[in-house]
């Protein structure tokens, strides 16, 4: 029952392509990424995606659909391990341009729990660190999730802003949190580019988000604080290669937890710190067909709010990422990309949610991809 949303959704994309002369595209690949500490704990995890795109004309669909192979070993010899599909997403969109003062773009985005939920207790140290892993997320519950985008163009500039709803319904998380309903989302983004000479432009960005409120069993469980991410950037663009610099903030509400009694609380300090990071990118044109890729990342997430002798306290983390990467024109439409990355991650002393002492991380991912283009 699983895989037949995705074969279903494929065959109706293929019969659109060949009936209405769809743009139509295929892509997979595999992903395969691992991680070790100085603790003696270690992970790998193994994907294999699957996108589907059609597109003509103003519209658009796309099934994102995947395939996750997750392990996990800590230091005290406990160790789980997880196989299975993903959740499958369907993106649906369509461009309104050159009727209104603005160029608008609509989107409705469904997630369909197709993947893993109601973990066990024991399987919950397979849900990783975002710093350390790709996929966290292995499933949740139907979501539903409607944007409109708004471009302008004056001159050298351009604008844009959207506003999201994300609908997010009920499942069973884990045996201990069964009929788990994550509060809805709503969120806004805002993004201004400045073309100052031909071969440079500058761009300033924003995010917002607020989430609503957690419930476990109909009763209020926590909210998460709202979000807030400002960021600037700098790009070139030639011919032969292109680079480009950003820096962006993030920044978080306190978060409200469930009292003993009933209801939620605000915390006493925030238990989330300021997050800097810093991306630096280039792309070489070899010839035609052949591109070369280099990232750099820095990442620095402050120590939160508590004092050190808090057992809500988290400790500060820098974490520095070198990615590599080569993508290749082949005939008849296919298209291919290898992507190599590293990275070092340390983390001060921590005391939730549970107590450790500094930690030094090392990890790589390796990606390979190829499209088709019909």
């Given at each position: 029952?699983?895989?037949?949303?995705?074969?279903?959704?494929?065959?109706?994309?293929?019969?659109?392509?060949?009936?209405?002369?769809?743009?139509?595209?295929?892509?997979?690949?595999?992903?395969?990424?691992?991680?070790?500490?100085?603790?003696?704990?270690?992970?790998?995890?193994?994907?294999?995606?699957?996108?589907?795109?059609?597109?003509?004309?103003?519209?658009?669909?796309?099934?994102?659909?995947?395939?996750?192979?997750?392990?996990?070993?800590?230091?005290?010899?406990?160790?789980?391990?997880?196989?299975?599909?993903?959740?499958?997403?369907?993106?649906?969109?369509?461009?309104?341009?050159?009727?209104?003062?603005?160029?608008?773009?609509?989107?409705?985005?469904?997630?369909?729990?197709?993947?893993?939920?109601?973990?066990?207790?024991?399987?919950?140290?397979?849900?990783?660190?975002?710093?350390?892993?790709?996929?966290?997320?292995?499933?949740?519950?139907?979501?539903?999730?409607?944007?409109?985008?708004?471009?302008?163009?004056?001159?050298?500039?351009?604008?844009?802003?959207?506003?999201?709803?994300?609908?997010?319904?009920?499942?069973?998380?884990?045996?201990?949190?069964?009929?788990?309903?994550?509060?809805?989302?709503?969120?806004?983004?805002?993004?201004?580019?400045?073309?100052?000479?031909?071969?440079?432009?500058?761009?300033?960005?924003?995010?917002?988000?607020?989430?609503?409120?957690?419930?476990?069993?109909?009763?209020?469980?926590?909210?998460?604080?709202?979000?807030?991410?400002?960021?600037?950037?700098?790009?070139?663009?030639?011919?032969?290669?292109?680079?480009?610099?950003?820096?962006?903030?993030?920044?978080?509400?306190?978060?409200?937890?469930?009292?003993?009694?009933?209801?939620?609380?605000?915390?006493?300090?925030?238990?989330?710190?300021?997050?800097?990071?810093?991306?630096?990118?280039?792309?070489?044109?070899?010839?035609?067909?052949?591109?070369?890729?280099?990232?750099?990342?820095?990442?620095?997430?402050?120590?939160?709010?508590?004092?050190?002798?808090?057992?809500?306290?988290?400790?500060?983390r820098k974490k520095g990422t070198l990615g590599l990467g080569a993508a290749r024109k082949?005939?008849?439409?296919?298209?291919?990309?290898?992507?190599?990355?590293?990275?070092?991650?340390?983390?001060?002393?921590?005391?939730?949610?549970?107590?450790?002492?500094?930690?030094?991380?090392?990890?790589?991912?390796?990606m390979i991809s190829v499209k088709k283009i019909f």
């Open positions: 029952m699983k895989l037949s949303l995705s074969v279903l959704s494929f065959l109706v994309l293929f019969n659109a392509s060949a009936v209405l002369a769809v743009d139509f595209t295929a892509d997979t690949g595999f992903q395969y990424e691992q991680w070790k500490d100085d603790d003696d704990r270690k992970a790998s995890q193994f994907h294999i995606p699957v996108t589907i795109n059609a597109e003509q004309g103003k519209y658009s669909v796309s099934v994102l659909a995947g395939y996750a192979v997750t392990d996990i070993d800590l230091s005290d010899g406990r160790s789980e391990s997880l196989s299975g599909i993903l959740d499958t997403k369907l993106n649906l969109s369509y461009e309104l341009t050159e009727r209104l003062p603005v160029d608008l773009l609509f989107g409705l985005d469904f997630n369909f729990p197709t993947g893993t939920t109601d973990f066990m207790q024991e399987e919950l140290i397979l849900i990783m660190d975002p710093d350390l892993i790709s996929i966290n997320n292995f499933g949740e519950g139907f979501n539903v999730n409607p944007t409109v985008n708004a471009v302008k163009v004056w001159g050298d500039w351009v604008g844009g802003f959207g506003l999201g709803y994300l609908w997010r319904g009920k499942y069973d998380f884990s045996e201990n949190f069964p009929d788990y309903d994550p509060g809805d989302i709503i969120n806004a983004t805002t993004e201004v580019r400045y073309y100052f000479l031909p071969e440079w432009n500058a761009r300033a960005f924003g995010y917002y988000a607020y989430y609503g409120k957690d419930k476990v069993g109909g009763e209020e469980f926590a909210q998460e604080g709202s979000h807030y991410m400002f960021g600037v950037g700098l790009n070139y663009d030639r011919m032969e290669w292109s680079a480009g610099i950003t820096g962006r903030g993030v920044f978080r509400d306190k978060n409200k937890l469930q009292e003993t009694a009933g209801g939620l609380f605000t915390e006493d300090n925030n238990s989330q710190g300021d997050e800097w990071i810093c991306d630096v990118y280039g792309t070489y044109n070899v010839n035609d067909d052949t591109t070369l890729k280099a990232t750099l990342q820095g990442l620095y997430i402050g120590a939160n709010s508590y004092a050190a002798s808090s057992p809500r306290f988290i400790g500060s082949f005939v008849q439409g296919i298209e291919g990309e290898l992507l190599l990355k590293g990275f070092v991650m340390s983390d001060e002393e921590t005391n939730f949610p549970e107590p450790r002492d500094s930690t030094s991380y090392r990890g790589f991912l390796t």
